[in-house]
């Protein structure tokens, strides 16, 4: 089963947060995107990518995907958006 490290979840968050901040200073940028908001468990567990989501999806009692659990990078990059300065 591949399960990502802390430190490279850590090392991931910090260089999207980074970016994000990065893209403040070009007033033209309006937005951008990280892929992907939702893990891939179907993928299968030894599948990287079924682990790249900002938030885990489950199975509910009818056997749908359903979103779960938010990541740490779920988190950071709330408090990114939620300060929306720009310099």
């Not at 200073?25 to 990518?49: I, R």
């Not at 682990?51 to 359903?66: M, R």
């Amino acid at each position: 089963k591949f399960i990502p490290s802390i430190m490279v979840i850590l090392r991931a968050v910090k260089n999207i947060a980074e970016t994000a901040i990065q893209l403040r200073h070009y007033p033209d940028v309006h937005a951008f995107f990280v892929y992907e908001l939702l893990d891939e468990p179907y993928f299968g567990k030894d599948n990287p990518e079924s682990y790249y989501g900002l938030v885990k999806i489950t199975k509910d009692d009818k056997n749908h995907w359903v979103p779960s659990d938010k990541k740490t990078a779920f988190t950071a990059f709330q408090k990114i958006i939620e300060s929306d300065s720009r310099p």
